[in-house]
């Protein structure tokens, strides 16, 4: 069984030009700095047309080798944070298939432990 990290953002008005700019060059600094070239990365969907109020949706399987777990989920957290504030004025949510993750204002996304040298070494 996999788990997946999902990630959304909805909000009235579309994302303007700068934004979808912002969106795409965070997209562009995630995959080129993945920790590993042989796991899923950030994974932005099409702009669903039934859903005009999601601005931004995603998802990212987890990797199974669990030395690899942590770091994989701090660099996608970091993403989906560095998104966030790009789009600081709408309404996200992200969360570990039932698990939401929350937000911090000066850490952004983060799972307790994520940074932890010991878990991650």
């Known amino acids: ?19 979808s700019a912002s969106v795409t060059r965070i997209a562009a600094a995630h995959m080129a700095s993945l920790p590993y070239e ?14 005009p109020r999601e601005v931004v949706a995603g998802s990212t399987k987890m990797p199974f080798d669990p030395t690899r777990l942590l770091p994989v989920i701090a660099h996608l957290l970091d993403s989906v944070s560095a998104l966030r504030q790009a789009i600081p004025d709408a309404e996200w949510r992200v969360h ?11 850490e952004g996304y983060a799972l307790p432990g994520m940074r932890d040298a010991a878990l991650t070494g």
Request: aromatic share 12%; hydrophobic share 35%.
């Open 96 to 106: 570990l298939d039932d698990l939401d993750v929350p937000w911090d204002e000066a």
């Open 38 to 51: 042989d796991e899923e990365s950030l994974y932005l969907y099409d702009q669903d047309a039934d859903a």
């Open 1 to 19: 069984m996999s788990v997946s990290l999902y990630y959304s953002a909805h909000r009235t008005t579309p994302l303007t030009e700068a934004e």
